[in-house]
C-alpha cells in the first residue's frame, strides 16, 4: 500500500484552464505540491513547511533581491515559484528567472487572468482526489483482505494477501511465537527476530492494555501487533521498506481484527460448517437434492451442473478437507458403511466436478487414501458413492493410494470381492464336492458346465465324457452342494466359488 502521494507540479501545470507557463526549473517538475501558499513578503519561510507552491505579484522582489529570496525559499524545501504577471511586474524580473534556473527552482508564470485562488482550488481538488484514490485502495485491500479470509486456508489466505497488499511481508504466530505462516520476502529472516519483541507484547498486554509494537530502522519500518479477544492467542508482525502511511495502517489494522475473528471463532465456526456440509451430503444421499442445494447455497456455495465424481478418502481429516480445497467435500466418518468394512477411521467424501476429478484425487492422495467413482448425475450420488468406497476398500487393501472405480470394474467381478471374504466363500460352498470321496472330477466336470454355459454337448466333448455321463455328474454336485443348478444365481455363486479357487 503506497504512500498518500500529492498532485505532482507538473500536474497543475498542465491544467490548461489555468494557462500557466514553466520559465525554469523544467527538471523539477516532477516534485508533489502539498499545498499552495500566497505571500508577498520578501522572506515568507516562516510560515512554510515545505513542499508548497507559492504564489507571488513580486511587490517586493527587485534584481538585488531576487537571488536570496530563491535561495530561502530552496532552502525551504517548496515545491515551485508561482509567479502573477499584470500587477507588480509585467512580466517576471529576469533576474528571478536566472535565480531559479541557477537553484534548479522550477519558475512558473501566472497571467493576469487566472485568479491564484483557483490555482488553490485547483491543487486543493487534486490532493482531495489522490486521497481518495488512496482510500479507495484502502476499501478494496480490505475487501480483498475479507474474500481472503472466507476462503478454506482463512488465516494463510489473510497473510498472503496481506504481504502482496503492503509490498512487504506478513507473519502469523501463535501463541508460543511458532511461525504459523508468513509470506513475502524476507518474512523467514524476520521470523527469527522477533521473539524479544513477543515478550515484549506479552508484557504489556497481560497488564490489559491492548498494545503493539513498531520497529523502524534506515532499511525496514516493522509492527507486530497481539491477536485475541481475551487473550494473546497469536501474533502478527508486518514489515515494510517505508515509514507505515494511515492507509497502511488501516489494512494492517482490518488484516489484524480478521485474524482476531479467525483465532477467536475458527474452530467454533469451522465445526459448524463441516456439521452443515455432512447433512447436505446425507441429503444430496438420500435423494432430496432441491434440499441440499438449497442449504449449501445458504453457505454461498452451489453444486456443478454438470456430471459429478464422488470421491472417498479415508486418512486424518483435517489433512484431507484442507486438501480439498475450494471443493465440496465433508467428513462422513463409516455412517454409511464402506464396502467391506477394511477402512478404519473417519471417511472424507468429496463431490467434484468431472472435469477437475483427475487433479483433485491426485491432491487428496498424498493425504490418504483415495477411491474414486465414475462421473454421475446429481440424482445417482448414491451409486457414485458406493462406486467410491470399493475403490477405497481396493485402495486399502493393495498399493496404490488413488484407485478409480472404472479402472478396478474394468479387471473383472472378482477384482470387485474382499480376497479373505471370497475365498472362505468358496471354501465352504465347495468343500462337499472336495470330500466327496477321492475323485476330483466332480469339481472339472463343474468348471466346464459352467464355462460352457450350461451346455451338456460342448461341456461333455470338452470333458471328453458321454453327456449322460456329464448330467449324472451335475446331479450329484446339485445333491451335495443341496442348490438347484437350473436357477442362474446358483450358477453365478458357483463360477465364482471355482475362480476363486484356482
Not at 515568507?44 to 537571488?67: H, I, K, Q, S
Not at 481518495?132 to 478494496?140: K, Q, V
Not at 487393501?397 to 470381492?417: I, K, M, N, P
Amino acid at each position: 500500500m503506497g504512500v498518500v502521494v500529492a498532485p505532482t507540479l507538473n500536474t497543475v501545470v498542465r491544467r490548461l484552464p489555468l494557462g500557466l507557463v514553466v520559465l525554469a526549473g523544467r527538471e523539477a517538475l516532477d516534485r508533489p505540491v502539498r499545498w499552495v501558499a500566497v505571500s508577498e513578503l520578501e522572506d515568507p519561510t516562516p510560515f512554510l513547511e515545505g513542499g508548497e507552491l507559492v504564489l507571488t505579484t513580486g511587490m517586493r522582489l527587485d534584481a538585488r533581491n531576487a537571488g536570496p529570496y530563491v535561495e530561502r525559499l530552496v532552502a525551504r524545501g517548496v515545491a515551485g515559484l508561482g509567479f502573477g504577471v499584470g500587477l507588480g511586474h509585467e512580466t517576471i524580473p529576469e533576474a528571478l528567472v536566472e535565480a531559479a534556473a541557477r537553484a534548479g527552482l522550477p519558475l512558473v508564470e501566472v497571467p493576469r487572468d487566472t485568479p491564484f485562488v483557483a490555482i488553490g482550488k485547483t491543487v486543493s481538488e487534486l490532493i482531495a482526489a489522490e486521497q481518495y484514490d488512496e482510500l479507495s485502495n484502502a476499501f478494496a485491500a480490505q475487501g480483498r483482505l475479507t474474500r481472503a479470509a472466507l476462503r478454506p486456508e482463512g488465516p494463510r489466505a489473510v497473510i498472503d494477501r496481506l504481504a502482496r497488499e503492503l509490498g512487504g511481508w506478513a507473519i502469523l504466530l501463535d501463541e508460543a511465537g511458532t511461525v504459523r505462516h508468513l509470506a513475502g520476502r524476507g518474512a523467514a529472516a524476520a521470523a527469527g527476530d522477533l521473539g524479544p519483541e513477543l515478550e515484549r507484547l506479552r508484557r504489556i498486554t497481560s497488564q490489559g492494555a491492548p498494545a503493539s509494537v513498531a520497529l523502524s530502522s534506515p532499511e525496514e519500518h516493522v509492527i507486530v501487533r497481539p491477536l485475541g479477544a481475551r487473550r494473546v492467542r497469536g501474533f502478527l508482525a508486518v514489515g515494510i521498506g517505508r515509514s507505515f502511511t494511515p492507509v497502511a495502517h488501516t489494512v494492517v489494522n482490518a488484516a489484524a481484527s480478521l485474524l482476531t475473528l479467525a483465532v477467536e471463532h475458527g474452530g467454533e465456526h469451522l465445526a459448524a460448517e463441516r456439521r452443515v456440509r455432512s447433512a447436505v451430503l446425507r441429503l444430496l444421499l438420500a435423494g432430496q437434492a432441491d434440499a441440499g442445494r438449497e442449504t449449501l447455497e445458504r453457505l454461498g456455495e452451489r453444486l456443478d451442473d454438470g456430471p459429478l465424481v464422488v470421491v472417498a478418502c479415508a486418512g486424518e481429516p483435517e489433512a484431507l478437507l484442507e486438501a480439498a480445497g475450494s471443493e465440496f467435500a465433508a467428513a462422513d466418518g463409516d455412517a454409511d458403511g464402506d464396502a467391506d468394512g477394511d477402512i478404519d477411521g473417519d471417511r472424507v467424501v468429496l463431490l467434484v466436478p468431472a472435469s477437475r476429478a483427475g487433479a483433485v484425487a491426485a491432491a487428496l492422495g498424498e493425504h490418504g487414501l483415495v477411491g474414486v467413482g465414475d462421473p454421475v448425475g446429481l440424482g445417482d450420488l448414491r451409486a457414485g458413492l458406493d462406486q467410491a468406497d470399493r475403490a477405497l476398500a481396493a485402495a486399502g487393501r493393495g498399493t496404490a493410494r488413488v484407485v478409480r472405480f472404472a479402472d478396478l470394474a474394468g479387471q473383472g467381478l472378482l477384482s470387485l470381492l474382499d480376497p479373505g471374504a471370497a475365498e472362505a466363500f468358496s471354501s465352504a460352498l465347495l468343500a462337499p464336492l472336495r470330500a466327496y470321496g477321492s475323485r476330483a472330477d466332480l469339481l472339472g466336470s463343474l468348471r466346464a458346465y459352467l464355462d460352457c454355459n450350461g451346455h451338456w454337448d460342448a461341456a461333455a466333448q470338452r470333458l471328453g465324457v458321454h453327456r449322460h455321463t456329464l448330467r449324472y455328474r451335475m446331479r450329484r454336485v446339485a445333491e451335495l452342494v443341496g442348490r438347484d443348478l437350473e436357477d442362474p444365481a446358483v450358477r453365478a455363486e458357483l463360477w465364482v466359488a471355482l475362480a476363486v479357487a484356482r
